[in-house]
């Protein structure tokens, strides 16, 4: 069975650049999130979907960070005008029901911005 | 607000043996779930186990098993009869009012 797919698995990406990672769900989960791993430290909540409902986005660093997830499966985020402190693996995860079921995670993007 | 801790940052462990990983957390809510976590180099973060705060019984899952002391507000991993392909990152997490948190992590090193 597919597990959480996540594309692009690396991106680089110049200071300034807009850049779109997108996460492909366990087919049939109801909640999508998104998180941020800085290197050699564990992962840190962004955002919260349930279907197409945006419930949490207080894990979001700043107002360049945006996700949606329109038709309450494939959810995109962007990042627009990107830093160098963006630089991280951002992984995205699903659950069968709520936030406080069991996630689980995609291989995640690893994005470098130069 | 959660917490997790991981004092342990890196483990060696030898083939075959057993290994505990350590985690204690600090929550107020009375209801919150405990997870472990396996991230290899390939970088997926692989769930291995839950333990409910309600729940009797520690959680085994095949090698796996959580120590959970629930008055020492620790819920350690056991790994029995260690493999080669068990070395990665392991985190310990918490899920409480709704929001999953992490801990920082222990490496383990698994030696032939």
């Known amino acids: 069975g597919a597990g959480v797919s996540q594309s692009p698995r690396y991106k680089v990406a110049k200071r300034g650049q807009d850049v779109a990672l997108r996460c492909d769900p366990i087919s049939g989960h109801v909640s999508l999130f998104w998180y941020q791993q800085a290197l050699g430290q564990g992962p840190e909540f962004l955002t919260y979907?349930?279907?197409?409902?945006?419930?949490?986005k207080s894990g979001l660093p700043s107002d360049r960070f945006f996700a949606e997830r329109p038709e309450g499966s494939v959810s995109t985020l962007k990042i627009q005008r990107t830093q160098q402190e963006d630089s991280a693996v951002y992984l995205c995860?699903?659950?069968?029901?709520?936030?406080?079921?069991?996630?689980?995670f995609g291989p995640g993007t690893r994005l470098t911005v130069l | 607000a959660q917490k997790i801790t991981q004092t342990q940052p890196g483990m060696f462990v030898q083939e075959k043996e057993a290994v505990t990983l350590d985690c204690t957390y600090d929550t107020s809510d009375p209801s919150y779930g405990l997870f472990w976590y396996k991230q290899p180099s390939s970088g997926e973060m692989i769930f291995l186990i839950y333990?409910?705060?309600?729940?009797?019984q520690n959680a085994t899952e095949g090698r796996y098993s959580l120590n959970f002391q629930k008055a020492r507000k620790s819920a350690n991993l056991v790994i029995s009869a260690s493999q080669l392909g068990d070395s990665a990152m392991y985190f310990c997490a918490i899920v409480s009012t709704g929001m999953l948190t992490f801990g920082g992590g222990t490496r383990l090193m698994v030696k032939p």
């Open positions: 333990q409910g705060s309600y729940d009797q």
């Open positions: 995860a699903s659950s069968f029901t709520d936030r406080t079921d069991t996630q689980y």
């Open positions: 979907f349930q279907n197409e409902a945006q419930l949490d």
